[in-house]
């Protein structure tokens, strides 16, 4: 696609496809698509903390609004409350102004249909084709704003609907006596995770709660997981939380500080849903990208592991496919689709809570179901993004590495979908030889993208 990529829209605040004209250019667009479908009802939009979001927002509601489609603002919120509002207020559409975990600096857009999913390629193909009729029709783009910091806190919908739902869903107390460290990467979840905690009767240390529209994600979330892992400990808690600047994705460590994989997270919420009878369609879904120590391990137990495609849109797909209920990506995207169509980081750090109150056990002590392959994973920046199967030194690499692996292992290769990166993996039982493959693939991708 042109400016889709794999999580919707994203790039660099100032760049063509993250400025105003763009983002109005883009609500007119998203109003003809609209129109043309013949939907009724409103398009829900919010977004998260960074200093570029309500001007783009802003943009993106005048470009709707200029074809008379019916914007509602919900304000600073996570990207599951933006889903939430599309069911809540039986919207045609939903729109996610966020970058997700990367930098201030950047900023971008997520779409949700009436059913609150990820929007199909079809949809943003069509959207494509409107967005480049209106930009066409355009002048010069205006130079981008200037912002200063300044408090940014969440809104309404997401401090009383969205907080009123998740403090519903588990036995209220469940989580008296527990102590929970939260990092809240000064991003849309600031407020809300701790007062949900709050709300089921645990203590709470909370970090990342301040922000100011340039501090999202820096240092501090998912993407800087030390940070709560030192807070977990220091604090005494018993387990500790970090989301991302959206609050659709989860890094989460035991009462010691130990990170636990994505891959553990998955296997011990799907342990003890089929202990409890609450396991739909056999087992779980999860990407490519997953440890393959996961398939044997819930294999053991019984539970089928079924992959789909990177990103939690096609992981909710292939649910719906073979009617799961559970499903989720390694790097912190977890789904339950009872709660929400799409990556919730609160849902999943409530779901590993009632498992740890249930049980009345430590993390430490639950941790360890999953039995995963040595890996090495690499992610380099490239200058090109040629297709992989056209390269020369890097295609014969894989042949040559898949062929080594014997059945013991994997290779998995792809472009990221948001960044000008390309993204290797290498599974196998033996390390050294992961370790030699993967100094292989690295010289070919330096020989043939650099």
């Known amino acids: 696609m042109k400016y889709f990529g794999t999580d919707g829209i994203r790039g660099t605040y100032g760049d063509f496809e993250i400025s105003e004209a763009f983002f109005y250019a883009l609500g007119r667009a998203a109003a003809r698509a609209a129109l043309e479908a013949k939907h009724g009802g409103s398009i829900v939009v919010g977004g998260d903390t960074r200093a570029s979001t309500d001007s783009l927002k802003g943009a993106f509601c005048r470009g709707l609004r200029s074809l008379n489609a019916e914007a509602s603002d919900m304000g600073v919120l996570p990207t599951p409350a933006l889903a939430y509002a599309v069911l809540k207020n039986k919207a045609h559409m939903g729109a996610m102004i966020t970058a997700s975990h990367n930098p201030y600096t950047d900023n971008g857009i997520k779409f949700f249909d009436a ?49 009123q739902k998740m403090s519903s869903l588990f036995p209220q107390g469940f989580l008296k006596g527990i102590k929970v460290a939260i990092d809240m990467a000064n991003g849309a979840t600031s407020g809300i995770s701790s007062k949900v905690f709050t709300n089921y009767g645990a203590e709470v240390v909370e970090s990342g709660c301040n922000p100011d529209g340039f501090n999202i994600n820096a240092e501090a979330g998912s993407q ?45 919420i799907a342990s003890d849903a089929l202990e409890r009878g609450a396991l739909k369609g056999g087992g779980i879904v999860t990407t490519l990208q997953s440890n393959l120590g996961l398939d044997e391990s819930l294999a053991e137990k019984g539970i089928k ?28 995207h977890f789904i339950f689709s009872e709660v929400s169509p799409c990556g919730d980081g609160l849902a999943a750090a409530l779901s590993v809570l009632s498992v740890l109150s249930r049980k009345k056990s430590k993390l430490s002590e639950l941790r360890g179901g999953v039995k995963m392959y040595p890996v090495e994973s690499r992610a380099m920046a490239v200058a090109k993004k040629i297709p992989i199967e056209q390269t020369l030194n890097l ?23 948001t960044e000008k990166k390309i993204r290797l993996l290498v599974e196998g039982k033996n390390p050294k030889k992961i370790a030699d493959i993967m100094e292989i693939l690295k010289k070919s991708v330096e020989l043939d993208l650099m």
């Open 224 to 268: 800087y997981p030390e940070k709560i892992s030192r807070l977990c400990v220091e604090s005494g808690a018993d387990l500790g939380f970090a989301h991302d600047g959206d609050g659709d994705r989860l890094v989460m460590c035991d009462e010691r500080g130990s990170i636990l994989d994505g891959e553990e997270i998955m296997g011990l």
């Open 305 to 332: 592991v079924f992959r789909s495609g990177i990103g939690d849109r096609l992981v909710m797909r292939e649910m719906l496919a073979r009617g799961c209920n559970i499903g989720g990506e390694n790097s912190g």
């Open 115 to 163: 059913n609150a999913r990820k929007v199909e390629d079809e949809v943003q193909l069509r959207l494509e084709e409107y967005l480049d009729a209106e930009l066409s029709a355009m002048g010069s783009f205006p130079p981008p704003e200037q912002f200063k910091p300044r408090k940014i806190s969440a809104g309404n919908f997401a401090l009383n609907e969205y907080s």
């Open 395 to 417: 295609s014969k690499a894989m042949r040559e590495s898949e062929k080594s692996l014997d059945g013991e292992g994997r290779i998995l290769v792809r472009y990221s979908g």
